[in-house]
């Protein structure tokens, strides 16, 4: 079992930058891959990154690439989301999610464990 509990959500100017935080219970953490999807208002959830159990290799979704880092510190049992460059369509609820397979993550885009959820908000 893995328990997620999402932080550093907020509101932010166009062009500026937040860090999202996931810490995880459990001792099992470092042998889970961990992700992060996002849901607009009146859209389907969507992925937008993932990243090993070592934290070795990341995913990124097209839309995020080059401006969000996903990054992992199994010491602290947290996952990282640093995101730059925002802008209004980044608005969103991240939720954080954990699964021991990155193949079901990134093939379904889908997950076993899920946090609550952050809220990011992007404005113009």
């Known amino acids: 079992q893995v328990q997620l509990v999402e932080s550093g959500g907020g509101l932010v100017q166009a062009g500026g930058s937040l860090r999202l935080s996931c810490e995880a219970s459990?001792?099992?953490?470092?042998?889970?891959?961990m992700a992060w999807f996002r849901q607009a208002p009146g859209k389907e959830r969507e992925f937008v990154a993932a990243?090993?159990?070592?934290?070795?290799?990341?995913h990124y979704a097209d839309s995020v690439k080059g401006r969000f880092t996903i990054s992992r510190d199994n010491a602290q049992n947290t996952v990282y989301l640093q995101m730059n460059s925002l802008n209004p369509e980044d608005t969103a609820v991240y939720y954080c999610?954990?699964?021991?397979?990155?193949?079901?993550?990134?093939?379904?885009?889908?997950?076993?464990?899920w946090g609550q959820g952050t809220q990011v908000t992007v404005s113009s």
């Open positions: 999610a954990a699964d021991q397979s990155l193949n079901f993550i990134l093939g379904s885009r889908a997950a076993g464990y």
């Open positions: 459990g001792r099992t953490f470092r042998s889970y891959a």
């Open positions: 990243v090993t159990w070592s934290g070795g290799t990341t």
